[in-house]
């Protein structure tokens, strides 16, 4: 008997030293933590939340929340930095740490037991809007703008809203695509990239489609038509994914009339696919015009592995081709099935 009612007593000795070794749920979390009514947040900005060992990682994690909300369609990399759970984990926060986000303010942050709690916001206003709460507009002094990103939807919304056109260059930084002038980055969000599509005419080269909408499968070709003088040149071709990956279609080759990509004679079709399963996507096809082979050695055809290196992304180097070279582009979607 006696024994029994040792072996319960420890028993529950042992129960209550276990039950007070896990922490309270509403006392580990502040308040405001796990009921996010009681943040400040205003209709048009994005939360994020974060917790950890330091401010640093805690604020890189909902940095993370607020960058996957923003550009987890243009992005998926995030998911794609390692193999490994743990050591993705940390690429993803060290990356997420250095986005350039504007407009973040710190809503909420404490620290309790150790850990570290913080409510971060992103004013999730439009693109031209919050460019012009960053660049001094008071006098307007008219900058020249990329030809190609001239024409797009987002720099016709950006220059009237302005009222001054102002030069800014894509490019690609802590695995997210931003628009910069001078020294100040904007992060693109889903939505604004795909502004930067568009089908542009050109005089000199036009690149056709049988449709401007496929179905996922299906085979197409494109045809290619170039006027006299420059009929005499070489034409190349390279595709944009929807998230900015750039791969090579066709390097340089001799232009002809009634020229048709893949060539007739490689009885092959190029393949409307998706990049991601089930979600409709859109593609960029960029033909040049040369009068002698365009050097294509920074882009590689497209294989099975490239969204997984961060050097495919060369959007923005594609357009610096596009300001020197003569070409035309165009854009087609594909439906998921």
Not at 12 to 21: D, F, I, R
């Amino acid at each position: 008997m006696k024994t029994l009612k040792a072996f319960l007593f420890i028993t529950l000795g042992l129960y209550l030293a276990a039950c007070q070794s896990q922490p309270n749920h509403s006392n580990y979390y502040p308040e405001w933590y796990i009921n996010e009514g009681l943040l400040p947040l205003a209709s048009y900005e994005v939360l994020g939340l974060g917790e950890g060992k330091s401010l640093a990682e805690a604020r890189a994690i909902a940095k993370e929340m607020i960058a996957q909300t923003l550009v987890s369609k243009v992005d998926s990399s995030f998911e794609r930095v390692s193999t490994d759970e743990v050591s993705k984990s940390e690429a993803k926060l060290k990356i997420t740490s250095q986005l350039a986000l504007q407009n973040l303010t710190t809503l909420k942050q404490s620290q309790q037991d150790g850990v570290f709690f913080v409510a971060l916001s992103f004013k999730n206003l439009d693109f031209a809007q919050r460019v012009k709460e960053r660049l001094p507009l008071d006098t307007c002094q008219a900058e020249k703008q990329n030809t190609y990103l001239a024409k797009t939807p987002l720099f016709y919304k950006l220059n009237t809203a302005l009222d001054c056109k102002k030069d800014f260059r894509l490019i690609r930084q802590n695995q997210a695509w931003y628009l910069a002038n001078n020294q100040q980055l904007f992060i693109l969000k889903s939505g604004e990239f795909e502004e930067l599509f568009i089908s542009s005419l050109n005089k000199n080269i036009s690149l056709l489609a049988p449709k401007k909408l496929f179905r996922e499968g299906e085979g197409f070709s494109l045809k290619v038509n170039a006027t006299y003088p420059t009929s005499q040149g070489y034409v190349t071709l390279l595709n944009v994914y929807e998230n900015g990956i750039v791969t090579l279609l066709q390097p340089s080759v001799k232009y002809q009339a009634g020229m048709q990509l893949p060539p007739v004679e490689n009885q092959t079709e190029f393949e409307a696919g998706l990049l991601y399963e089930g979600q409709d996507t859109h593609d960029l096809y960029v033909a040049f015009l040369t009068p002698q082979p365009l050097d294509t050695s920074r882009f590689e055809y497209a294989h099975e592995n490239l969204a997984n290196s961060e050097n495919a992304y060369k959007f923005d180097e594609l357009l610096e081709l596009m300001q020197k070279h003569t070409y035309t582009s165009l854009l087609v979607r594909t439906k998921a099935r």
